[in-house]
């Protein structure tokens, strides 16, 4: 699979994650730790991350091909983080060249904590491109036992360096930690920097502890070298207006990722 990361310095790869077959289902599970919070709420990029990876794992069944995240839309509970969260997926569509899928994830008594609709474009493998790890349910439960956790906050272990907070503008490094096996910026690390951006420019204006509960991504085109930097507008007069981040590789000058998102105050 495409978000397949066996190793122990993949950021993605320690978020404590847990993955289990429960009632014939394939689910990720998540006991939130404080690295993964803002103002306590569970982060958005973490919840697009289980999104991407329980979707991801169920389509990828080609091993001559890369399953390539297109597009997600992720809506929270503007709340403080659940103790527990697991996915519960839905295959909308199964096509030759893409697909979608609906995921929820809720708490373990069934509440709802959030929701995301994510499309997948299937690719096929070129000759120079890296090998694809083999998929299997052992190897996938090996990798996502909850042991591998990350050492500081998500964002600081991930590098990103504000350079002007009011106008959204960061800027992060595209570092071996931070790349799927087929060699672009992982989705859900997309998601995280995108959110960074958000959520620095709502705390700016409005002077208030913002955490990002929506995020809509349109994937435009894989990341090379980098670095990845943001540009942000405000549609919007209030707190509560949206915000358009845009994520460009500097190494090309492309635009990579269009991304559109709210923020909220989480309530202690």
Not at 174 to 199: C, D, K, S, Y
Not at 200 to 222: F, H, K, M, P
Request: charge should be negative; charged fraction near 25%.
């Amino acid at each position: 699979m495409t978000d397949f990361l066996d190793e122990s310095f993949s950021i993605p790869a320690r978020l404590g994650v847990v993955a289990e077959v429960r009632d014939g289902e394939f689910r990720l599970s998540l006991h939130p730790r404080p690295q993964l919070l803002h103002h306590g709420a569970l982060r958005a990029s973490v919840i697009a991350f289980m999104i991407d990876v329980v979707a991801g794992i169920v389509l990828d069944d080609d091993p001559d091909a890369w399953m390539l995240t297109s597009d997600m839309s992720v809506r929270m509970r503007p709340l403080p983080a659940p103790t527990f969260v697991t996915t519960r997926s839905t295959i909308l569509r199964r096509g030759r060249r893409s697909a979608t899928a609906k995921v929820d994830l809720v708490t373990e008594a069934g509440e709802p904590v959030a929701t995301g609709a994510i499309g997948f474009a299937r690719v096929q493998r070129r000759p120079t491109d890296p090998v694809k790890p083999p998929a299997s349910r052992e190897r996938i439960s090996m990798m996502f036992d909850g042991s591998r956790t990350l050492d500081g906050p998500l964002r600081e272990e991930a590098g990103i360096v504000v350079l002007d907070a009011a106008a959204g503008s960061l800027k992060m490094e595209v570092t071996p930690e931070l790349r799927n096996p087929a060699g672009t910026l992982q989705g859900a690390m997309v998601a995280l920097f995108a959110e960074a951006a958000a959520e620095e420019l709502a705390s700016a204006r409005w002077n208030r502890d913002a955490a990002v509960t929506e995020l809509d991504l349109r994937y435009i085109a894989q990341t090379g070298e980098g670095p990845v930097q943001s540009e942000c507008v405000l549609l919007g007069d209030g707190p509560d207006a949206p915000i358009q981040v845009e994520l460009s590789d500097r190494s090309s000058g492309r635009l990579t990722t269009l991304v559109y998102a709210r923020t909220a105050t989480i309530p202690s």
